[in-house]
T-cell receptor, first 115, second 112 residues
Framework: GAGVSQTPSNKVTEKGKYVELRCDPI?????LYWYRQSLGQGPEFLIY????????DSGLPNDRFFAVRPEGSVSTLKIQRTERGDSAVYLC?????????????FGPGTRLTVL | DQQVKQNSPSLSVQEGRISILNCDYT??????FLWYKKYPAEGPTFLIS?????DKNEDGRFTVFLNKSAKHLSLHIVPSQPGDSAVYFC???????????FGTGTRLKVLA
């Protein structure tokens, strides 16, 4: 079956611009996660959705970052007033149940470059 | 403070030999551990996991060992194949939460 998909695969933007990154989870998966991976690092947790609601957004670095999942499926990560330090690969994952022991399956990521 | 550490940034192994990748953690609340493999320009691919109630889990050529007293886990790949060349991340979580904490990765190169 289809895995997690993310669009766009690459996004180049200028400092100060607004960007939206999209994630389509595996069909039927109720839990959705966003991570960010900087060069030479492992993925770092940003936010977790159970259904439509953000159950934990403690990993979002500041209020320029926001994510939604209005119908409990597709999610959009939104970044306002982008900064060069936001450049990273943004990864989305989904799992069929919530909880730390539910295996998360990752998408290919969106590479964001802020010039 | 890094809760999950992979102290070897890279490892080279001859084809057919065993690859051993190591991971240490500090948080005693972690009770679920995973290994992911990552190729360039792709997302992490789930490889194998282990719950803290076990000390070993095997899946084909891949075996994960967990030593809770030492807060250490390892991934054994036997026999190693050139297609195994990738970056391997270990991850840990507390089953009461949903966040995975990842290590910084080990780049494995299997030489033909």
């Amino acid at each position: 079956g289809a895995g997690v998909s993310q669009t766009p695969s690459n996004k180049v933007t200028e400092k100060g611009k607004y960007v939206e990154l999209r994630c389509d989870p595996i069909s039927g998966h109720t839990a959705l996660y966003w991570y960010r991976q900087s060069l030479g690092q492992g993925p770092e947790f940003l936010i977790y959705f159970q259904g439509t609601g953000a159950a934990d957004d403690s990993g979002l670095p500041n209020d320029r970052f926001f994510a939604v999942r209005p119908e409990g499926s597709v999610s959009t990560l939104k970044i306002q007033r982008t900064e060069r330090g936001d450049s990273a690969v943004y990864l989305c994952a989904s799992s069929n149940i919530a909880g730390g022991s539910a295996t998360q399956y990752f998408g290919p990521g969106t590479r964001l470059t802020v010039l | 403070d890094q809760q999950v550490k992979q102290n070897s940034p890279s490892l080279s192994v001859q084809e057919g030999r065993i690859s051993i990748l190591n991971c240490d953690y500090t948080n005693s609340m972690f009770d679920y551990f995973l290994w992911y493999k990552k190729y360039p320009a792709e997302g992490p691919t789930f490889l194998i996991s282990i719950s803290s109630i076990k000390d070993k889990n095997e899946d084909g050529r891949f075996t994960v060992f967990l030593n809770k007293s030492a807060k250490h886990l390892s991934l054994h790949i036997v026999p190693s194949q050139p297609g195994d060349s990738a970056v391997y991340f270990c991850a840990a979580s507390d089953s009461g939460t949903y966040k995975y904490i990842f290590g910084t990765g080990t780049r494995l190169k299997v030489l033909a």
